[in-house]
């Protein structure tokens, strides 16, 4: 059985799909695509697909994951391509590895957000910013399907900065964009706990609903503070080691190669 894990993407008005509704085009996309699929056993058999950490709906992404299992081997690449032409503008199949390595939800630990808040003064933005990083806790209430639950939105936080907008994009009024680290935490701290902390610290609340887009998620490095590409030990794994490789291509040199 061949395991192979994509990254795609929820763009445009395709954000606002449900988890739910992704799965069902998802589905749809692997049948027109005849993939090989691997069934589970049991009297409803379904495809065997692992979605990994889906981000909420109404954000969008740049860097959702999914490993689906194939009965019969098929390139990565190839693969991608036909998924992609199946799917809708808007969700598209961006990356493909073989799965060499376990262990790929354990690698999402924390994410990178960004939050477009239309309406809102960058100065504005900055004094909240700093506002909530310098809270030692900030305390946010979100209603779950148990009531009514208040937690720390701050202590799952790692950086959070406002950032020129991009001159791509511009607009009719003033625009603040902020940039958010966040680790997965439980409960896990969203990009709308933030939102709903700096309104609580600064009394910021913009005037229109933010767009949300999430930039990457992987492990998050201590060392360099930035989010690691999660498929980047499955491209490792491909290949060689250094001393593996010296050692293959010496006993592929023909004999008295390289004597004076």
């Given at each position: 059985m061949q395991r192979i894990r994509l990254r795609y993407?929820?763009?445009?008005?395709?954000?606002?799909t449900s988890h739910r509704d992704f799965q069902r085009a998802f589905e749809r996309a692997l049948r027109r695509a005849d993939v090989p699929m691997a069934y589970s056993a049991g009297f409803t058999p379904h495809p065997k697909v692992s979605y990994a950490n889906?981000?909420?709906?109404?954000?969008?992404?740049?860097?959702?994951?999914?490993?689906?299992?194939?009965?019969?081997?098929?390139?990565?690449?190839?693969?991608?391509?036909l998924l992609d032409e199946s799917l809708p503008a808007g969700l598209d199949i961006i990356d493909a590895v073989e799965a060499r390595t376990p262990g790929l939800a354990d690698r999402l630990t924390a994410s990178v957000w960004e939050l477009r808040l239309d309406g809102v003064e960058p100065r504005r933005a900055d004094e909240a910013v700093a506002a909530f990083l310098a809270a030692g806790a900030v305390e946010?209430?979100?209603?779950?399907?148990?009531?009514?639950?208040?937690?720390?939105a701050r202590g799952a936080v790692v950086a959070l900065e406002s950032v020129p907008p991009l001159p791509d994009r511009p607009g009719d009024g003033p625009c603040a964009i902020l940039?958010?680290?966040?680790?997965?935490a439980t409960p896990a701290v969203r990009p709308d706990d933030v939102l709903s902390g700096l309104r609580a610290v600064a009394d910021l609340a913009p005037p229109?609903?933010?767009?949300?887009?999430?930039?990457?998620?992987g492990l998050?490095?201590?060392?360099?503070g930035t989010v690691t590409?999660?498929?980047?030990p499955d491209r490792e794994a491909v290949r060689p080691a250094p001393f593996?490789?010296?050692?293959?291509?010496?006993a592929k040199a023909p004999e008295g190669a390289g004597s004076a």
């Amino acid at each position: 059985m061949q395991r192979i894990r994509l990254r795609y993407t929820k763009r445009g008005r395709l954000r606002f799909t449900s988890h739910r509704d992704f799965q069902r085009a998802f589905e749809r996309a692997l049948r027109r695509a005849d993939v090989p699929m691997a069934y589970s056993a049991g009297f409803t058999p379904h495809p065997k697909v692992s979605y990994a950490n889906a981000a909420p709906t109404g954000t969008g992404s740049e860097a959702e994951f999914l490993e689906i299992a194939l009965v019969e081997a098929r390139d990565p690449d190839k693969l991608r391509e036909l998924l992609d032409e199946s799917l809708p503008a808007g969700l598209d199949i961006i990356d493909a590895v073989e799965a060499r390595t376990p262990g790929l939800a354990d690698r999402l630990t924390a994410s990178v957000w960004e939050l477009r808040l239309d309406g809102v003064e960058p100065r504005r933005a900055d004094e909240a910013v700093a506002a909530f990083l310098a809270a030692g806790a900030v305390e946010v209430e979100r209603r779950t399907k148990n009531g009514l639950r208040t937690f720390d939105a701050r202590g799952a936080v790692v950086a959070l900065e406002s950032v020129p907008p991009l001159p791509d994009r511009p607009g009719d009024g003033p625009c603040a964009i902020l940039r958010l680290v966040v680790r997965h935490a439980t409960p896990a701290v969203r990009p709308d706990d933030v939102l709903s902390g700096l309104r609580a610290v600064a009394d910021l609340a913009p005037p229109v609903p933010a767009a949300v887009t999430r930039l990457a998620q992987g492990l998050f490095d201590e060392e360099t503070g930035t989010v690691t590409d999660p498929l980047a030990p499955d491209r490792e794994a491909v290949r060689p080691a250094p001393f593996k490789a010296a050692v293959l291509a010496a006993a592929k040199a023909p004999e008295g190669a390289g004597s004076a």
